[in-house]
């Protein structure tokens, strides 16, 4: 079982920055692949970030060269830097831990955190 907290969130200035935390909590939470979603009301949910057991990251077009996602492990905390943000990042942005074992995907979401950008 793993527990996942959001925070970092709040109101920023087109072209502010800000930092996204995902602390876990339970298992051994580096064996885990974390990717953030965001989700704005009446739109699909979107995959902005994932970042493997390993190190591997990978990012989605809309904000490649503007958001780092990376892990500290010994503090079982994600992080998604968002810098040079926009208005059209504005969204609910969650966290979801997961690995698959023997065909069976494990899955663990957080519960959210606003970013709102807007002068």
């Known amino acids: 079982q793993v527990q996942l907290v959001e925070s970092g969130g709040g109101l920023v200035q087109p072209g502010g920055s800000l930092r996204l935390s995902c602390a876990a909590s339970g298992s051994i939470f580096s064996i885990y692949t974390t990717d953030w979603y965001r989700q704005t009301p009446g739109k699909q949910q979107e995959l902005v970030a994932t970042?493997?057991?390993?190190?591997?990251?990978n990012y989605a077009d809309s904000v490649k060269g503007r958001f780092t996602i990376s892990r500290d492990n010994a503090k079982k905390t994600v992080y998604l830097q968002m810098n040079s943000l926009i208005p059209e990042d504005t969204a609910v942005y969650y966290c979801?831990?997961?690995?698959?074992?023997?065909?069976?995907?494990?899955?663990?979401w957080g519960q959210g955190t606003q970013v709102t950008v807007s002068s």
């Open positions: 970042i493997t057991s390993g190190g591997r990251t």
């Open positions: 979801n831990a997961w690995r698959t074992v023997l065909g069976n995907k494990y899955n663990y």
